[in-house]
């Protein structure tokens, strides 16, 4: 079945640093991916939507500016949290759309000290 | 505003039946799909149902009614394994777009 995978599936990162993440589609063609995030036993929240080769829709509350998204091709997204603080720690996690169903990827468990 | 409403935790005992309803309130639909999540990892896929109506797969089951904004997901002969939490999402505007549930916790014991 199809895969998506993330990288990396855990990072620490010191307070104001730039963490960087992808999603790649390891057996198909997305067009949009999705980036998720949760916060410990809480629900996901869509932050927004990924469209390969055009700017990617936010959802609301979620600063543009502070977590960039790139989808640069039809099989990698990344997202970057900049300037990260402890109140980004959190799980990140995409999701893409194949041709019957949605796939999530592993997700990334970033923590910020 | 959009909401979705589903118990936060249930517990059960091995081979039994639960069931973990649903309701909604958003200003699209698309269709209800269900996930199961275990600790420290991510989703996975168990069900959509786009139309009204029950579709069974293996040991769960999930059930659609748009009328009354409202489903469920059965999970029947309960293991162990199925301790997990489960989410309900509804799609409002594309396939891949979902709005997720607060999840149930299901908790199965011997």
New interface residues.
Partial sequence: GAVVSQHPSRVICKSGTSVKIECRSLDFQAT?M?W?RQFPK?????MA?SNEGSKATYEQGVEKDKFLINHASLTLSTLTVTSAHPEDSSFY?C???GAD???????TRLTVL | GQSLEQPSEVTAVEGAIVQINCTYQTSGFYGL?W?QQHDG?????LS?NALDGLEETGRFSSFLSRSDSYGYLLLQELQMKDSASY?C?VSTD??????????TQVVVTP
């Fill in positions: 949009t999705f998720y809480q629900s996901l929240m869509l939507t996690i999701s893409a759309e169903t949605q796939y999530f990827g592993p997700g | 799909s996930y990892g991510a989703p996975t896929f959509y989410f999402a594309s396939w891949g777009k979902f709005q997720f549930g607060a999840g």
